[in-house]
C-alpha cells in the first residue's frame, strides 16, 4: 500500500531562517506530487505542483521554492522566511491528474 | 476559473440525525468533484469522489453525496451522524482534462452531539 511521509511535524523559526520541508511517498512511482498551505485552520491554497522529476509548477508567487530530487521526494524551501510563512504545510500525491490527492499528516509552520 | 462555495461556516446535529454539507461549484466543462475530511492537526482524508456515472457517489465512513448539474451542487449526506464524525469538511473541484488543480472550499465544521 501506498504511504506518504512529511517531517518535521512541528516546526518553529525566526524570521529571516532557512526553510526545508521533506515528503516523500512509498508503494508508487512517478506520482503527482502537491504542496499546499492551509492558514487558520481553514481553506487550502495550492503552492506547487509536479507531474515529474525536474517538472514543477508554481501556483502563487511567493517567498517559497519547491523542488524534487527524486522520484518520490518532493521538497520545500525557503532562504529567508517572513511571518506570513506560518501556516499548516500539506503535501500530497495523486496517481493520475483525475484522480484522487491523498494527503500527509502535515507540517505546523510557526514562524516568529 | 473554477470554484467552490461551502455556504455554511458550521453545522451542527445531534447524534443519530441526518447530516447534510453543503457545496456548490462553478467550472467549464464536466467537474471532478471531491469531498475529503480534516480532524484536528492532521492531513486531509479523501471520502469520495464523482468523476462520471450514478449521480449518487458511495464513499468512506457511511457518506454519500448526491451530484446534481442542473443545481451546480455536491451535497455531502449521512443517513445518521456520529459524535466521531465531527470534523471539518472540504469540498473540492478540478476541471476535466490535464489540470492538476484542485479547487477547495473554504470548509464546514460539524459537530455532532450526543
Known amino acids: 500500500s501506498q504511504t506518504i511521509h512529511q517531517w518535521p511535524a512541528t516546526l518553529v523559526q525566526p524570521v529571516g531562517s532557512p526553510l526545508s520541508l521533506e515528503c516523500t511517498v512509498e508503494g508508487t512511482s512517478n506520482p503527482n506530487l502537491y504542496w499546499y498551505r492551509q492558514a487558520a485552520g481553514r481553506g487550502l491554497q495550492l503552492l506547487f505542483y509536479s507531474i515529474g522529476i525536474d517538472q514543477i509548477s508554481s501556483e502563487v508567487p511567493q517567498n517559497l521554492s519547491a523542488s524534487r530530487p527524486q522520484d518520490r521526494q518532493f521538497i520545500l524551501s525557503s532562504k529567508k522566511l517572513l511571518l506570513s510563512d506560518s501556516g499548516f504545510y500539506l503535501c500530497?500525491?495523486?496517481?493520475?491528474?483525475?484522480?484522487?490527492?491523498?494527503f500527509g499528516p502535515g507540517t505546523r509552520l510557526t514562524v516568529t | 476559473a473554477q470554484s467552490v462555495a461551502q455556504p455554511e461556516d458550521q453545522v451542527n446535529v445531534a447524534e443519530g440525525n441526518p447530516l447534510t454539507v453543503k457545496c456548490t461549484y462553478s467550472v467549464s466543462g464536466n467537474p471532478y468533484l471531491f469531498w475529503y475530511v480534516q480532524y484536528p492537526n492532521r492531513g486531509l482524508q479523501f471520502l469520495l469522489k464523482y468523476i462520471t456515472g450514478d449521480n449518487l457517489v458511495k464513499g468512506s465512513y457511511g457518506f454519500e453525496a448526491e451530484f446534481n448539474k442542473s443545481q451546480t451542487s455536491f451535497h455531502l449526506k449521512k443517513p445518521s451522524a456520529l459524535v466521531s464524525d465531527s470534523a471539518l469538511y472540504f469540498c473540492a473541484v478540478r476541471p476535466p482534462l490535464n489540470d492538476y488543480k484542485l479547487s477547495f472550499g473554504a470548509g464546514t465544521t460539524v459537530t455532532v452531539r450526543a
Open positions: 500530497a500525491w495523486s496517481v493520475q491528474q483525475n484522480d484522487e490527492q491523498y
